[in-house]
């Protein structure tokens, strides 16, 4: 089993800068996985990448979301699919399996319900119940500001270290860290990112 996040960069031809946006993704991917054979750019503004540990797809959209907002504007919107990889193949983009398929037929339905967040992993009531938790999640990710996903950022790349070191990266005081992980909702996000384990361990 693997998990496929198929997404697409939100407003981004209305950023004055390109280029800003696809270092941004390019260097959020490279932390991800090698390009071509975990994750590939295509379209200009689109991607793919696989997650090879389906227990990770939920906190990898959201490093991936705070990762572009901390550009102004900027958001991804995002299709998880879990599922088997049927064909291995050079480059992300030639591979095939039901984790694939999975992913493309979500990213297709996030225009049409005009949502960032959906998930397909064959169990038709495990999707019902996570989507809606994704929708939930979806009500503190898609207003963070840059600062908010700034913080996020950093401290799903630090989770080692506290507010008072994470602050001293960025030049800022540990209760404003603080304040601003509260603003994203991060330990609310964490919590649910534990649920959500728990229940694709269910079908692992």
Known sequence: MTSIITGDIINSKSVKLPKAYLEQIRAT??????????????????FQIEIKDPLQAFWQCVYI??????IKELDARMAIGIGEKTYEAKTISEANGSAFIRSGEMFEKLKREKTNLLI????????KELNVYFQLTLIAMDYWTPNSAEIVKLSLENPEINQQQLGE?????????????????????????????HKIKSIL
């Open 65 to 70: 979301k705070a990762c572009l907002k901390t």
């Open 29 to 46: 991917l490279q932390v991800l996985g090698k390009e071509q054979t975990d994750w590939e750019i295509f379209r200009g503004d689109s």
């Open 120 to 127: 397909n992993t064959g169990n038709e009531k495990l999707d």
């Open 169 to 197: 990266l960025i030049g800022i005081k540990q209760n404003t860290v603080s304040e601003r992980q509260k603003r994203a909702s991060l330990s609310q996000l964490a919590d649910f990112n534990q649920i959500f384990q």
